[in-house]
């Protein structure tokens, strides 16, 4: 029998694994950086989307809202939060959509699913000629050097009749242009414990490497410090930024 997955046997706990995200502070930011760096509208697509908590904030703040996202499972829990928007079902390298945004993001560092880095420059090329002219795809991506190998965010959530410990952490080898995201969930209850692992491989990349992928898409780039409370410009040295790029 197939391990459960988090995406589908698993995603119930998807929230509560994600509990401790500041969602309105990360889309309130992509509303400011719209307004800094695109040029209007209001057609929205989150890359990723999940459960749809980003989504669900940008709706509040005035926008047509579509998501995107491998599983159909998630999908589903995004359409109880949001029935208005419109969902696809699609790898995000290969997504073929009939319309066009002014804004997409792709938050919690999901652009790095995109393995291995042709599958990257793919999504790339396919945000590009998915935003309107002058359109803003904003993503957070960590530089592959920088990553620390060490025991990740742990976390723990009591539900229901349950305690649950939710770890995730990731791991470079130091060589090559894969990462990997481990993840775990231990779930305690009186009479049980119940232990899941999941491990996903990531595109391991530089920043430097992932500017230089944009621009070759068209990409006019901005990449800031990943601080969602500012818009302060990346001092090239720090590891987790954040991507603006506008299609020119």
Same mark, same amino acid.
């Given at each position: 029998?197939? +391990?459960?997955? *988090?995406y589908?046997?698993?995603s119930?706990? @998807?929230?509560l #694994?994600?509990?401790?995200i500041d969602? !309105?502070?990360?889309s309130?930011f992509?509303?400011? +950086?719209?307004? *800094?760096?695109?040029?209007?509208g209001?057609a @929205?697509?989150? #890359?990723?989307?999940?459960?749809?908590? !980003?989504?669900a904030?940008?709706a509040?703040?005035?926008y047509v809202?579509?998501?995107?996202d491998l599983s159909?499972?998630?999908l589903? #829990?995004?359409?109880l939060?949001?029935?208005?928007?419109?969902?696809?079902?699609?790898?995000?390298?290969?997504?073929?959509?009939?319309?066009?945004?002014?804004l997409?993001?792709c938050?919690?560092y999901?652009?790095?699913?995109c393995y291995?880095?042709?599958?990257l420059q793919q999504t790339?090329r396919?945000?590009?000629?998915a935003?309107n002219?002058?359109?803003?795809?904003?993503?957070?991506a960590?530089?592959?050097?920088?990553?620390a190998?060490?025991a990740?965010h742990?976390?723990?959530?009591?539900?229901?009749t349950s305690?649950?410990?939710f770890?995730?952490?990731?791991?470079?080898?130091g060589?090559?242009?894969?990462?990997d995201?481990?993840i775990?969930?231990?779930?305690t209850?009186?009479?049980?414990?119940?232990h899941?692992d999941?491990?996903?491989?990531?595109?391991?990349?530089?920043?430097?490497?992932?500017?230089?992928l944009?621009?070759?898409?068209g990409?006019?780039?901005?990449?800031?410090?990943?601080?969602?409370?500012?818009l302060?410009?990346w001092?090239?040295?720090?590891?987790?930024v954040?991507?603006c790029?506008?299609?020119?």
């Amino acid at each position: 029998m197939p +391990a459960p997955s *988090l995406y589908a046997d698993l995603s119930c706990y @998807y929230d509560l #694994l994600c509990s401790s995200i500041d969602y !309105h502070e990360q889309s309130d930011f992509a509303v400011r +950086a719209h307004r *800094l760096f695109g040029s209007g509208g209001n057609a @929205y697509l989150d #890359l990723g989307c999940g459960s749809g908590p !980003h989504l669900a904030q940008l709706a509040v703040a005035g926008y047509v809202c579509s998501g995107l996202d491998l599983s159909q499972d998630m999908l589903n #829990l995004a359409a109880l939060r949001i029935p208005q928007a419109e969902f696809y079902c699609q790898n995000m390298s290969e997504m073929a959509l009939p319309k066009q945004f002014d804004l997409i993001t792709c938050f919690l560092y999901s652009i790095h699913y995109c393995y291995p880095h042709v599958q990257l420059q793919q999504t790339l090329r396919k945000a590009y000629g998915a935003l309107n002219a002058g359109g803003l795809f904003c993503f957070d991506a960590v530089d592959k050097n920088t990553i620390a190998n060490d025991a990740g965010h742990t976390h723990h959530v009591n539900h229901n009749t349950s305690e649950l410990r939710f770890q995730s952490r990731w791991h470079y080898s130091g060589t090559g242009d894969k990462l990997d995201l481990h993840i775990a969930i231990t779930e305690t209850t009186a009479n049980n414990i119940k232990h899941y692992d999941e491990t996903h491989s990531m595109s391991a990349i530089t920043i430097q490497e992932l500017i230089s992928l944009a621009q070759q898409e068209g990409f006019e780039v901005t990449v800031l410090e990943r601080d969602f409370a500012t818009l302060q410009a990346w001092d090239q040295v720090q590891g987790n930024v954040l991507f603006c790029c506008v299609k020119k």
